[in-house]
């Protein structure tokens, strides 16, 4: 700081503006000449009315005043500047000498009084000081008049900020805190002050804190911050997120009194982060869940199955994977709208949760699939028994707005280290197995077995094996009747292929189709098995057996076929075999690509004469809309839906749905997989005159198709006809 001495040898009294007040003008020249020889800038008023006028209207640093003038004395223009506030500074010039006057001057706030006649170097000596006094004075004014404006500012900042301002003692106790913390954390600010800062947050946070106090009070320690949370005071609010920061400032100038012992303090900012975090923890959660069902999704899955993997494998243990895929939801996502199914995936996922344990992880993986980490299934059996927990509990119908919906699931498992030791073989497996089950009549569970798993070099070979089976002739065709059980007889039979493989065995459709696909070789075969069926039934006719209407199975890779209308035609003329006798099955998949000339080539063959049905009906992902622009004749219900016929009252709604739909479509229906009398009971109360299924028989030979059915004649009496 600087001393007022020496900065009064500094002011530049030049310039000063000085008013000079007396009755007599010689007085005021003599004294105009002396000060003006100083440069300071001198006005004159003749008496005291002109010194009081030439006051009011101007800026004066000095006045030399004389007190004894007529009518407007000295003392009166001293009362009048008390009155006014004018603090221009003043000197009495006055040749009284009477001590009452000067005393008067003196409290009516003169500064200093000189003698007439004056002596010069006195006087201008006078002058030089209190002109020097009064222009510190000023700057003094002007330099606290800035900093009383730049510490509002200051404050105003401070007080407005978004952040918890602060300052620490070096013990870490508050000594000055901003008013955010009311309104952030609704603590009274000085209900704070002396108090520890860690008193604020809870002990895991305590912790961070003291460590980071002691980092920024070490010595050239920079700033240093980290999160903490603390919760609202008295409130029942949920805790808020800070990055609390705090910078060392030393106690250089020894200026600011920090107090005895302490050199420094801690000057710290509380920047509230919440909805940072909150965004943040939100965007976390949207990465690695599923949104609908708030369950895990399949990044997450995967690396909690990569840790289990890791821990298994440390431990020497299995665990368990299951892949889970729900039966029938396409039908209802589409009958009832995707609000419905999407609360349908929320239902599932609740009571999968309830089948569940705590460690175990339950993930959407895609679809109405789900994916389940059991790390702690030590035995196939532990993982069997929650598979059964969990087809139990989905069976059992959801009541979603006033609807009765059953659905099953069709689980696949698979077992580390046995049915793969790497993540994605873990899945791909336990799908694997799903597919098996769904391949098999769904609505149960299936442990993956390595033979499931035709490995890429079996798929090779049977690739290549498939070439050569159709010129051997190794593909047997098999017949399952159609009955009516109206007229109670066969109507019609299916030909269902299998292979008779040199080395392997008789393969089922379901371990070829899938490579006959692949490899486009499914057209040579399905052309082959229409030409052989046609043959077949036209020569069982030639036998004298009753005309059966003839179903073939078709590859929609066949329907693509340019020529696939005339081959067919070609096919029926070679074989003398009747269009009208011929169904053909085809998938909903095939409809749906909407292709127009998918379509022109139908209508061709339904113009022909050739009869269309759709296949396993309601397994599809379609809408029901292509059902008008085809020409169908039949609907075969799908297997699964006729397994939900499992006592009388059931309600089976999909079934009741499907079954009045195709009548009010006017379109035969042939209900697939009836295995129980029950049954053949509901079926028929329902209208449904065709079925066909194990109850009448497995598909075999077909000279072997009536005889099974004549095996069980009571089959068909007690049925009422309706
Ligand atoms: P699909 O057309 O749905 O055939 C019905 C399947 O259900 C047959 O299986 C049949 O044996 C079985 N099944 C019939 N009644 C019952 C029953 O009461 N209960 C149970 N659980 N199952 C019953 P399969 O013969 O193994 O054929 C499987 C699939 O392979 C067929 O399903 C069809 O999609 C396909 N397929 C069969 N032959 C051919 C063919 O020549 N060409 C083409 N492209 N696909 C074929
Ligand atoms: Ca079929
Ligand atoms: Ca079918």
Same mark, same amino acid.
């Given at each position: 700081?600087?001393?007022?001495?020496?900065?009064?040898?500094?002011?530049?009294?030049?310039?000063?503006?000085?008013?000079?007040?007396?009755?007599?003008?010689?007085?005021? +020249?003599?004294?105009?000449?002396?000060?003006?020889?100083?440069?300071?800038?001198?006005?004159?008023?003749?008496?005291?009315?002109?010194?009081?006028?030439?006051?009011?209207?101007?800026?004066?640093?000095?006045?030399?005043?004389?007190?004894?003038?007529?009518?407007?004395?000295?003392?009166?223009?001293?009362?009048?500047?008390?009155?006014?506030?004018?603090?221009?500074?003043?000197?009495?010039?006055?040749?009284?000498?009477?001590?009452?006057?000067?005393?008067?001057?003196?409290?009516? #706030?003169?500064?200093?009084?000189?003698?007439?006649?004056?002596?010069?170097?006195?006087?201008?000596?006078?002058?030089?000081?209190?002109?020097?006094?009064?222009?510190?004075?000023?700057?003094?004014?002007?330099?606290?008049?800035?900093?009383?404006?730049?510490?509002?500012?200051?404050?105003?900042?401070?007080?407005?900020?978004?952040?918890?301002?602060?300052?620490?003692?070096?013990? #870490?106790?508050?000594?000055?805190?901003?008013?955010?913390?009311?309104?952030?954390?609704?603590?009274?600010?000085?209900?704070?002050?002396?108090?520890?800062?860690?008193?604020?947050?809870?002990?895991?946070?305590?912790?961070?804190?003291?460590?980071?106090?002691?980092?920024?009070?070490?010595?050239?320690?920079?700033?240093?911050?980290?999160?903490?949370?603390?919760?609202?005071? #008295?409130?029942?609010?949920?805790?808020? /997120? /800070?990055?609390?920061?705090?910078?060392?400032?030393?106690?250089?100038?020894?200026?600011?009194?920090?107090?005895?012992?302490?050199?420094?303090?801690?000057?710290?900012?509380?920047?509230?982060?919440?909805?940072?975090?909150?965004?943040?923890?939100?965007?976390?959660? &949207?990465?690695?869940?599923?949104?609908?069902?708030?369950?895990?999704?399949?990044?997450?899955?995967?690396?909690?199955?990569?840790?289990?993997?890791?821990?298994? &494998?440390?431990?020497?243990?299995?665990?368990?994977?299951?892949?889970?895929?729900?039966?029938?939801?396409?039908?209802?996502?589409?009958?009832?709208?995707? *609000?419905?199914?999407?609360?349908?995936?929320?239902?599932?996922? &609740?009571?999968?949760?309830?089948?569940?344990?705590? #460690?175990?992880?339950?993930?959407?993986?895609?679809?109405?699939?789900?994916?389940?980490?059991?790390?702690?299934?030590?035995?196939?059996?532990?993982? *069997?028994?929650?598979?059964?927990?969990?087809?139990?509990?989905?069976?059992?119908?959801?009541?979603?707005?006033?609807?009765?919906?059953?659905?099953?699931?069709?689980?696949?498992?698979?077992?580390?280290?046995?049915?793969?030791?790497?993540?994605?073989?873990?899945?791909?497996?336990?799908?694997?197995?799903?597919?098996?089950?769904?391949?098999?009549?769904?609505?149960?569970?299936?442990?993956?077995?390595?033979?499931?798993?035709?490995?890429?070099?079996?798929?090779?070979?049977?690739?290549?094996?498939?070439?050569?089976?159709?010129?051997?002739?190794?593909?047997?065709?098999?017949?399952?009747?159609?009955?009516?059980?109206?007229?109670?007889?066969?109507?019609?039979?299916?030909?269902?292929?299998?292979?008779?493989?040199?080395?392997?065995?008789?393969?089922?459709?379901?371990?070829?189709?899938?490579?006959?696909?692949?490899?486009?070789?499914?057209?040579?075969?399905?052309?082959?098995?229409?030409?052989?069926?046609?043959?077949?039934?036209?020569?069982?006719?030639?036998?004298?057996?009753?005309?059966?209407?003839?179903?073939?199975?078709?590859?929609?890779?066949?329907?693509?076929?340019?020529?696939?209308?005339?081959?067919?035609?070609?096919?029926?003329?070679?074989? +003398?075999?009747?269009?009208?006798?011929?169904?053909?099955?085809?998938?909903?998949?095939?409809?749906?690509?909407?292709?127009?000339?998918?379509?022109?080539?139908?209508?061709?063959?339904?113009?022909?004469?050739?009869?269309?049905?759709?296949?396993?009906?309601?397994?599809?992902?379609?809408?029901?809309?292509?059902?008008?622009?085809?020409?169908?004749?039949?609907?075969?219900?799908?297997?699964?839906?006729?397994?939900?016929?499992?006592?009388?009252?059931?309600?089976?709604?999909?079934?009741?749905?499907?079954?009045?739909?195709?009548?009010?479509?006017?379109?035969?229906?042939?209900?697939?997989?009836?295995?129980?009398?029950? &049954?053949?009971?509901?079926?028929?109360?329902?209208?449904?005159?065709?079925?066909?299924?194990?109850?009448?028989?497995?598909?075999?030979?077909?000279?072997?198709?009536?005889?099974?059915?004549?095996?069980?004649?009571?089959?068909?009496?007690?049925?009422?006809?309706?």
């Amino acid at each position: 700081m600087i001393s007022s001495e020496s900065f009064i040898n500094k002011v530049e009294t030049k310039n000063a503006r000085i008013l000079l007040a007396d009755d007599n003008p010689r007085m005021l +020249d003599s004294l105009s000449t002396l000060l003006g020889m100083y440069e300071y800038q001198v006005d004159t008023a003749l008496g005291g009315e002109k010194a009081i006028e030439k006051l009011s209207s101007n800026d004066y640093d000095l006045l030399l005043l004389d007190l004894k003038m007529p009518k407007v004395t000295g003392h009166d223009v001293m009362r009048y500047m008390a009155d006014k506030n004018i603090n221009t500074m003043t000197i009495v010039v006055s040749g009284e000498t009477s001590l009452e006057d000067i005393s008067l001057a003196l409290r009516q #706030g003169a500064y200093d009084y000189l003698k007439k006649p004056y002596i010069p170097e006195e006087l201008t000596a006078t002058v030089k000081n209190a002109v020097s006094k009064k222009l510190l004075e000023n700057s003094h004014e002007i330099m606290q008049a800035r900093l009383d404006r730049s510490e509002k500012l200051h404050r105003f900042i401070v007080n407005n900020s978004h952040d918890i301002i602060f300052m620490l003692d070096g013990k #870490g106790c508050f000594s000055f805190l901003n008013t955010r913390i009311e309104t952030l954390l609704n603590y009274p600010r000085d209900s704070l002050l002396s108090r520890h800062i860690t008193s604020l947050v809870e002990d895991d946070d305590k912790d961070k804190i003291n460590y980071l106090f002691e980092r920024t009070m070490a010595p050239n320690s920079n700033s240093q911050s980290i999160d903490i949370s603390i919760k609202p005071n #008295g409130e029942n609010k949920g805790k808020r /997120f /800070f990055e609390l920061s705090l910078w060392r400032v030393d106690d250089e100038s020894g200026q600011t009194n920090f107090g005895p012992s302490l050199r420094y303090m801690v000057y710290g900012t509380a920047r509230d982060i919440t909805e940072r975090m909150e965004a943040e923890a939100f965007i976390n959660f &949207q990465a690695y869940h599923d949104l609908l069902t708030r369950l895990p999704n399949r990044s997450l899955f995967k690396d909690r199955l990569s840790m289990a993997i890791t821990q298994a &494998q440390r431990g020497d243990q299995q665990l368990a994977v299951m892949f889970i895929d729900l039966d029938r939801f396409k039908v209802i996502n589409d009958s009832l709208g995707h *609000t419905m199914g999407d609360r349908l995936l929320q239902a599932v996922s &609740q009571r999968l949760q309830q089948c569940i344990r705590k #460690g175990d992880t339950l993930s959407r993986f895609g679809g109405d699939e789900f994916t389940l980490l059991l790390p702690d299934a030590q035995t196939e059996e532990a993982a *069997t028994q929650v598979a059964e927990k969990i087809l139990e509990s989905i069976k059992q119908p959801f009541m979603l707005g006033g609807h009765e919906i059953y659905v099953g699931a069709s689980i696949g498992i698979s077992i580390y280290p046995d049915s793969g030791v790497t993540l994605d073989a873990l899945i791909k497996n336990s799908d694997i197995a799903m597919y098996k089950v769904k391949k098999t009549g769904k609505d149960g569970y299936q442990v993956f077995s390595n033979e499931m798993n035709t490995s890429a070099t079996e798929r090779l070979t049977l690739e290549q094996d498939m070439r050569k089976a159709i010129e051997n002739d190794e593909f047997e065709i098999c017949y399952q009747p159609q009955v009516n059980i109206e007229t109670k007889t066969i109507c019609g039979v299916e030909a269902l292929i299998r292979w008779n493989h040199p080395t392997l065995g008789r393969l089922s459709p379901a371990e070829f189709i899938p490579i006959a696909e692949d490899s486009r070789l499914i057209i040579d075969i399905d052309t082959h098995t229409l030409r052989k069926a046609c043959r077949e039934l036209r020569q069982s006719r030639v036998a004298g057996l009753p005309e059966l209407r003839l179903a073939v199975n078709l590859s929609p890779l066949l329907i693509e076929k340019n020529n696939f209308v005339e081959n067919i035609l070609g096919i029926l003329e070679d074989e +003398d075999f009747p269009a009208s006798l011929l169904e053909l099955e085809i998938t909903e998949n095939v409809l749906i690509s909407d292709r127009q000339d998918i379509v022109d080539k139908l209508i061709r063959l339904n113009k022909a004469g050739v009869n269309l049905a759709i296949d396993d009906f309601g397994t599809g992902y379609s809408s029901l809309s292509y059902l008008q622009k085809f020409p169908i004749n039949t609907l075969k219900i799908d297997r699964s839906f006729i397994n939900m016929i499992q006592n009388h009252d059931d309600e089976a709604c999909l079934v009741n749905a499907i079954v009045s739909m195709a009548q009010g479509l006017k379109m035969e229906i042939v209900a697939e997989g009836v295995e129980s009398q029950l &049954q053949l009971r509901y079926l028929s109360k329902l209208g449904c005159t065709v079925v066909q299924g194990f109850l009448f028989g497995h598909p075999t030979k077909l000279e072997s198709v009536a005889d099974q059915f004549n095996e069980h004649p009571d089959l068909l009496t007690e049925i009422e006809l309706h």
